[in-house]
């Protein structure tokens, strides 16, 4: 089993930043992917950004030019800087892994809001 603990979220003018940190319970060299996802009240999970074990990232469209997903391997810990928010990235964001035995796990969350 692997656990999550997500931080770093909170209420955040629009235009301004934020860096969430996803801590992982076991190597991040051991995960094949560590995902965030986002979930806006009444909406379903939307995917945001994906580290690969060997380093590519992707996107959502979202979220392309304005978060970058990077990985401290000696801290276990992934991170989601986003910058230039909008009111509608207000959402909880999850942290997700998917283990190399094909194993996923979600995190608690944690809420980001932005005014307007």
């Known amino acids: 089993q692997v656990q999550l603990v997500e931080s770093g979220g909170g209420l955040v003018q629009a235009g301004g930043s934020l860096r969430l940190s996803c801590a992982t319970s076991r190597s991040t060299l051991q995960l094949d992917n560590i995902e965030w996802y986002c979930q806006a009240p009444g909406q379903d999970k939307e995917f945001v950004a994906r580290?690969?074990?060997?380093?590519?990232?992707n996107y959502g469209d979202s979220a392309k030019g304005r978060f970058t997903i990077s990985r401290d391997n000696a801290k276990n810990t992934v991170y989601l800087q986003m910058n230039n928010l909008k009111p509608e990235d207000t959402a909880v964001y999850f942290c997700?892994?998917?283990?190399?035995?094909?194993?996923?796990?979600w995190g608690q969350g944690t809420q980001v809001s932005v005014s307007s």
């Open positions: 580290i690969y074990n060997s380093g590519r990232t």
């Open positions: 997700y892994v998917l283990t190399q035995e094909g194993l996923g796990y």
